[in-house]
């Protein structure tokens, strides 16, 4: 991975700070099933029209979901793109902590044999 892909400038501040918010979450994972209206996302959370628009434009600001307004019903899809980039970020830590186990496990394998 180049340091290109771990520029702090690269959008995933906005990402994360999005993700950061376990109803937002629970609405991503919603949409990954299809899209659905922006009351649709509200009814788990027994939450206003207005408080689960308010997440929703969270979304939309990190390029996480895109609204359309048809009428009076605003519907919402999932744009994973987002996601790819920060778990290609997030693969970056998870190979340092597999090597860091992998070393721990060969010297606890060495002690053990001594």
Do not use: N
Not at 55 to 75: P, S
Request: hydrophobic content about 45%; overall charge neutral; some cysteine.
């Amino acid at each position: 991975m180049t340091t290109a892909a771990l520029a702090p400038d690269d959008g995933l501040d906005v990402v994360f700070r999005a993700l950061g918010d376990p109803t937002r979450r629970a609405m991503l994972r919603q949409l990954a099933g299809g899209d659905r209206t922006v009351g649709e996302l509200a009814a788990p959370f027994a939450m206003t029209f207005a408080g689960a628009s308010k997440h929703v434009k969270v979304l939309e600001g990190a390029g996480l979901v895109r609204r359309t307004v048809r009428g009076r019903t605003h519907l919402c899809r999932l744009e994973a793109a987002p996601l790819a980039a920060a778990d290609e970020w997030l693969r970056f830590y998870a190979a340092f902590w597999d090597r860091r186990i992998d070393a721990l496990e060969e010297r606890l394998r060495a002690e053990a044999g001594e």
